[in-house]
């Protein structure tokens, strides 16, 4: 016990980093993996990193989705976990042929360009198993190749007429399922998957204390603050991803 709590001390940075990251998933349904992943590379090898994050990920998802169980629309979750588990394989088959700098770098400027894109004709997009399956493709193909499936469906919910507690709810569901689907190909396809276990088990505190806080803090944010916080960590993440890489 004593040699983990020195790990942990050694493990401060990276420790604050994903504090941060499941304190404002907990608020807005993701970021999880989009703040935490370009921090975490500034610690980690960057394949080792989206490997960590899926584990980090599904542990938090997993949580937060039995919690939210009620405001979850499952029938729209289930289609667009088919079209992940349709393109995931494909996601994967890039990630073990392609730098991952060069991923980061083309991912974050076709979010970029959508988010912006839609920006500025304010779309409203209805909810049908069509549109489900193919965001569903996009975000398979992203969780695989950079570990960040959160933007196309961030962008989905956002746009569609969706409540506050409604949209986490189903984001959160969504990533817990996607992330299990993701483990599994990369498991499947002999990933070794213990070192990255080693680092989640000094990691996994802060993600616990931040989804407690984050959870707390909830119901003080507005909605308007809600809709605002979400398109600004996808600008952000995208940016610095764009940064990190070059």
Not at 78 to 102: D, E, H, K, R
Not at 195 to 207: Q, R, W
Not at 221 to 228: E, S
């Amino acid at each position: 016990m004593e040699a983990y709590g020195m790990e942990l001390a050694a493990h401060v940075l990276p420790l604050l980093a994903l504090f941060f990251a499941a304190f404002m998933q907990s608020i807005t349904g993701f970021g999880l993996v989009m703040i935490a992943s370009p921090l975490l590379m500034l610690f980690y090898d960057a394949k080792l990193s989206i490997e960590l994050m899926m584990l980090i990920s599904f542990i938090g998802n997993l949580t937060q989705a039995i919690l939210l169980r009620r405001d979850t629309n499952w029938r729209m979750i289930g289609w667009l976990i088919l079209g992940a588990v349709i393109s995931q394989p494909i996601g994967y088959l890039i990630f073990v042929s392609l730098p991952t700098n060069t991923l980061k770098i083309v991912v974050s400027v076709v979010i970029l360009l959508a988010i912006s894109f839609l920006q500025m004709l304010h779309p409203r997009l209805a909810i049908t198993p069509r549109h489900s399956i193919a965001i569903g493709l996009i975000a398979g193909v992203m969780a695989t190749t950079t570990g960040i499936s959160g933007p196309p469906i961030a962008l989905y919910f956002a746009y569609a007429s969706m409540a506050p507690r409604e949209l986490r709810a189903n984001c959160i569901s969504y990533f817990m399922l996607s992330n299990l689907a993701a483990l599994v190909t990369f498991t499947g396809g002999g990933i070794d998957m213990r070192p990255a276990l080693h680092e989640f088990l000094y990691l996994l505190p802060a993600l616990f204390v931040g989804i407690a806080c984050g959870q707390a803090a909830f119901r003080y944010v507005p909605t308007k603050l809600f809709r605002r916080l979400i398109f600004a960590l996808l600008y952000l993440t995208c940016i610095y991803s764009i940064w990190s890489a070059l």
